[in-house]
């Protein structure tokens, strides 16, 4: 199956814009039709887009003075190391439309810099290309970024993570275009191999993009620059 977005969140913002042009073609509800027309920076959705990603800040602050507070304590520095990895991904859709969404065997691919033995900033990225039989194709995207933080600083044992993220996900079909910021938070475990080299990655997460709410569960692998 082709990549896609992260906790296969894209999808399901998206799914309005998509039936909407596909309604057109064929004859779709008007309420699709309506969600196509809406304005994407409107002065509703710009404020919860405001407060989410307020909200995921406020984690990104606490996460960050606590990795600040235990460097001030640690006595020689770390160098830094890099978390190259990819995920498969399953997400369910709270809202009307309720969607299902199974992306096997890669969704997203990321790349945390570790800034400490328990901090990484991580970026991620998946793409999607659908094309229906006499239907524009659809490319959908996401790109954003998010911030582990590890409660155990040994990467040789299990170690237990919490990630706040923030995202961007949109859609492209046939000239018309629209996207949406979103903001969740995931927890997570690692399952270290190869002496912490190489690890086995789940997580379960929440994501809000416009008026969506999103349970997700990742299954992926990372591997390490040191």
Do not use: C
């Not at 984690?59 to 990819?86: M, P």
Request: glycine share 12%; charged share 15%; net charge positive.
């Amino acid at each position: 199956a082709p990549s896609g977005a992260l906790d296969g969140a894209s999808h399901l913002p998206i799914t309005k814009l998509t039936s909407g042009w596909i309604g057109r073609r064929r004859g779709g509800t008007a309420r699709a039709n309506a969600a196509v027309r809406q304005h994407p920076f409107s002065l509703r959705r710009f404020m919860r887009h405001l407060r989410q990603v307020g909200a995921v800040f406020m984690l990104l602050l606490v996460a960050t003075s606590v990795v600040s507070a235990q460097a001030r304590r640690q006595t020689t520095s770390t160098a830094k190391f890099w978390e190259i990895g990819a995920d498969a991904g399953l997400s369910f859709g709270l809202d009307d439309p309720n969607v299902t969404t199974l992306s096997i065997p890669v969704q997203s691919i990321r790349a945390g810099l570790h800034v400490s033995d328990v901090l990484s900033i991580e970026p991620f990225f998946g793409l999607d290309y659908t094309k229906f039989e006499d239907v524009d194709g659809i490319t959908l995207y996401q790109f954003g970024v998010g911030a582990l933080y590890h409660f155990s600083a040994s990467r040789t044992q299990t170690q237990l993570f919490i990630r706040p993220a923030l995202q961007i996900v949109g859609a492209s079909i046939a000239g018309e275009s629209d996207s949406e910021v979103g903001a969740g938070v995931g927890i997570g475990m690692k399952w270290p191999k190869l002496n912490g080299r190489m690890a086995w990655r789940g997580e379960a997460n929440i994501n809000f993009i416009n008026d969506n709410t999103i349970l997700g569960a990742l299954l992926g692998i990372s591997f390490f620059t040191r």
